[in-house]
């Protein structure tokens, strides 16, 4: 009895075992690189400090920022300590935010450098506007999706980035896929315990946003965001 070979099965066969080595492979590294952090609380402590205007953008084992000091100064009521902790250490990385940001998005490398030398020379309010306006066009040129048009009363993004699928990181989500003072409506604003939100800013409602802490606010929110759509982009 003959056989005969179906190379066209063989192909699609091993082009679909190579599809799920791959994948494998992403699972295991993207495990690798968070399993040093308590996801569960990870994703309460990031969504609870989004709350007071502030976004983490490094999960790594190095990183600068520690998930107990931000819950330590947020369950003991001090705003105050919570702003100094994030300002010192958003101070130290704006150079290499606005390096990081200018060479991965060039087109916009002109607007983003006005912001950024906004901020420097004390413009707060000029640095804030310019930086919300960046964010939802980043994620534009990305996901083809913006951050402060909603889809089901949440971020367009939400929905894109959770189509990735990738679960062991889907934990940094939560300052996106739950509202915080920076997005929510005007008419929620009061549940959250600072008043910094862009509808209010861009449409001229909030005439006291201009100062340091507000701008440093914004700039570690746009780098929040850069570093999902990368993570999320690059998987």
């Keep these: 009895m003959k056989y005969s070979v179906n190379h066209s099965e063989i192909k699609e066969g091993s082009e679909s075992l190579v599809k799920a080595l791959i994948r494998l492979y992403e699972v295991n590294r993207l495990f690798d690189q968070y399993k ?33 000091t931000c819950l330590k100064h947020i369950y003991n009521n001090l705003p105050e300590k919570l702003d100094l902790y994030f300002s010192d250490y958003y101070r130290g990385k704006i150079d290499e935010i ?55 009363y949440l971020p367009q993004i939400k929905e894109k980035l959770e189509s990735k699928n990738l679960k062991y990181s889907d934990f940094i989500l939560s300052p ?5 003072s920076i997005d929510s409506w005007e008419k929620e604003i009061e549940k959250f315990p600072i ?16 100062n340091e802490t507000n701008s ?18 690059s998987n």
């Design 36 to 68: 040093h952090l308590n996801t569960e609380k990870v994703e309460m402590v990031i969504y609870k400090t989004a709350t007071y205007g502030w976004y983490v953008d490094d999960f790594s084992k190095n990183s600068e920022l520690k998930i107990n």
């Design 176 to 180: 996106i896929i739950k509202k915080a």
């Design 98 to 152: 606005r390096k990081m940001l200018t060479e991965k998005y060039s087109n916009r490398k002109q607007i983003l450098n006005e912001a950024f030398d906004a901020h420097n020379k004390g413009l707060y309010h000029a640095s804030i506007c310019i930086l919300l306006t960046q964010i939802d066009g980043i994620c534009n040129d990305v996901l083809d999706a913006k951050f402060f048009i909603n889809k089901n």
């Design 195 to 210: 008043r910094l939100n862009r509808h209010e800013i861009l449409h001229g409602v909030d005439i006291q946003y201009g």
């Design 216 to 233: 440093l606010k914004v700039i570690s929110m746009i780098s929040y965001i850069d570093f999902v759509l990368s993570h999320y982009s």
